[in-house]
T-cell receptor
């Protein structure tokens, strides 16, 4: 089984709808991240969490919110989806070391019409 | 401003034709540099971490090297299965746990 799972894998929605993307991990990591990926722009950090009580904004948090329900679960919400939020969304977890690498889920392809 | 730049954006190689990808960074006080491989429609997969100038790491046909200003990913005698997008990333800011990613180099290896 995969260490980091994301649901759904694909989602098509309409402008103005509320969408939740979910992430679960079995790596036992405290740190979890949400990124979006757009062609030519690379991965950009939306939100990150170092534990259940610690949530931080990344570089592009406007229009998004998150919830850390447990050590293993981190959800990303789009309260009112807009077309320019169409992108690939990745969840990642990070280890305990100062420069530990991050491990990524398989991604969610979100299309907002 | 911390910045990570990868070049070229795309690289088309013939099977067996060795080449190198570049990742340059302007982060002060580098605390590590990561290389990832990403296949279409999938999440990035970790390849290497380099911590200090002069360090090298190898995995099959890939070798990553690090200087004070840039890192290279050398692909020796590539095969079609090496086709992917290669991403580099560095920790940024005062918090070691955030990464800044380059836009990636898409490598296509033709048989």
């Amino acid at each position: 089984d995969a260490d980091v799972t994301q649901t759904p894998r694909n989602r098509i929605t309409k402008t103005g709808k509320r969408i939740m993307l979910e992430c679960s991990q079995t790596k036992g990591h405290d740190r979890m991240y949400w990124y979006r990926q757009d062609p030519g722009l690379g991965l950009r950090l939306i939100y990150y969490s170092f534990d259940v009580k610690d949530i931080n904004k990344g570089e592009i948090s406007d229009g998004y919110s998150v919830s850390r329900q447990a050590q293993a679960k981190f959800s990303l919400s789009l309260e009112s989806a807009i077309p320019n939020q169409t992108a690939l969304y990745f969840c990642a977890t990070g280890g305990q070391g100062l420069t530990d690498t991050q491990y990524f889920g398989p991604g969610t392809r979100l299309t907002v019409l | 401003e911390d910045q990570v730049t990868q070049s070229p954006e795309a690289l088309r190689l013939q099977e067996g034709e060795s080449s190198s990808l570049n990742c340059s960074y302007t982060v002060s006080g580098l605390r590590g540099l990561f290389w990832y491989r990403q296949d279409p429609g999938k999440g990035p997969e970790f390849l290497f971490t380099l911590y200090s100038a002069g360090e090298e790491k190898e995995k099959e046909r890939l070798k990553a090297t690090l200087t004070k200003k840039e890192s290279f990913l050398h692909i020796t005698a590539p095969k079609p299965e090496d086709s992917a997008t290669y991403l580099c990333a560095v920790p940024i800011g005062s918090n070691d746990y955030k990464l800044s990613f380059g836009a990636g180099t898409t490598v296509t290896v033709r048989a």
